[in-house]
């Protein structure tokens, strides 16, 4: 989330959050991380149940298994600006799921953080996005958004390293931590123009940028272009 973060502005006026959007997110009944569900069946019991109440059909987890396509679908990120960057959070978002998946093969038990803790660090990646405190995966306490990223990294990096995609992740993180986020890029660009309209203008010339013909995509780009791909 505060990789992705870019969504300052509400209504007109910036909200102080990086990813705002993620705060109207969650205001859904269903929306938001969830406890350890340990199994399959007890996955798909608490979806029945959730129907059930007559209040959703589909939860909106955070992370949850598609009702439609033989996926894993991870509802956490904004929505990006820069499209390099959407790449980025799917190179991310493969190398946990893949890492997961390994480290459940191998018995390892998952760290059991309670629901209420993850919202606390979801929070802060909303508030901040990278230019503030996050909570750090592992101490569960606040640290340096470099710090907490760089534990992600190191997590994932075997994962990353197989498929190719470890470059273009260091690149890209790189990249944001030197320029900003989507939200610190339309906060300058409100800051140059003193207008919302401006702002959108400068999104729209981001988001349709020619891409650079001599950075091939990554792997996990090439894979998006795939049907029935499970990233």
């Known amino acids: 989330m505060a990789l992705s973060s870019n969504s300052p502005f509400w209504n007109g006026t910036d909200s102080g959050y990086a990813s705002f959007r993620t705060q ?49 679908e991870i509802r956490v990120s904004d929505v990006c600006l820069d499209p390099r960057d959407t790449v980025l959070i799917a190179a991310l978002v493969r190398g946990l799921v893949e890492t997961a998946a390994r480290e459940w093969k191998s018995g390892k038990e998952p760290d059991m953080v309670p629901a209420i803790i993850l919202r606390q660090g979801a929070w802060l990646a909303s508030r901040w996005g990278i230019d503030g405190e996050l909570l750090h995966p592992l101490t569960h306490k606040p640290d340096t958004a470099r710090n907490v990223i760089a534990a992600l990294h190191d997590h994932v990096r075997d994962a990353l390293d197989e498929t190719g995609d470890t470059v273009y992740v260091e690149e890209s993180l790189d990249r944001i931590f030197s320029n900003g986020t989507g939200a610190s890029l339309q906060r300058q660009a409100y800051a140059r123009h003193g207008r919302l309209a401006d702002v959108v203008s400068d999104a729209v010339v981001i988001t349709h940028q020619e891409p650079d013909v001599y950075q091939p995509l990554p792997p996990v780009a090439l894979s998006l272009l795939v049907p029935k791909t499970v990233v």
Request: aromatic content about 10%; proline content about 6%.
């Open 24 to 72: 109207a997110w969650n205001r859904w009944s269903s929306a938001g991380p969830t406890e350890i569900f340990g199994s399959a069946q007890a996955y798909h019991q608490r979806v029945a149940d959730l129907a059930a109440t007559g209040v959703v059909n589909n939860p909106d987890f955070d992370a949850r298994l598609s009702a439609r396509h033989p996926t894993v």
